[in-house]
Nanobody, 126 residues
Framework: QVQLQESGGRSVQAGGSLILSCAAS????????MGWFRQAPGKEREGVGH???????TNAASIRGRFTISQDNAKNTLYLQMNSLKPEDTAMYYC????????????????????WGQGTQVTVSS
């Protein structure tokens, strides 16, 4: 099992940048497909991107070129670098760990990810 804890969310103005972190304990994140998801009020949870064991990332078209997923296996931590933030990026952001097959699909299937953090709120004002 793995336990996940996100941090780094806050309020920021449009055009700003944030780095979200997801600290893992228990098993190492290199054993999983790791993903970032977000959920805005009244909307379904959507995949932002995921990273597989080889470090290959897949991102949503809406954030491509602005957000970067990375992981530091030595620190057992997943990151989401967010640049050029827009008001439509406002959401609760979650990190998740799933079986290796979770990274086979795009958009990612929420059901493929069995471990979730509590989320961190990102609010972007115009």
């Amino acid at each position: 099992q793995v336990q996940l804890q996100e941090s780094g969310g806050r309020s920021v103005q449009a055009g700003g940048s944030l780095i979200l972190s997801c600290a893992a304990s228990g098993n190492t994140i290199s054993s999983y497909c790791m993903g970032w998801f977000r959920q805005a009020p009244g909307k379904e949870r959507e995949g932002v991107g995921h990273i597989d064991r080889r470090g290959h990332t897949t991102n949503a078209a809406s954030i491509r070129g602005r957000f970067t997923i990375s992981q530091d296996n030595a620190k057992n931590t997943l990151y989401l670098q967010m640049n050029s933030l827009k008001p439509e990026d406002t959401a609760m952001y979650y990190c998740a760990a799933g079986g290796l097959s979770g990274c086979y699909y795009w958009p990612p299937r929420v059901s493929d990810f069995g471990y979730w953090g509590q989320g961190t709120q990102v609010t972007v004002s115009s």
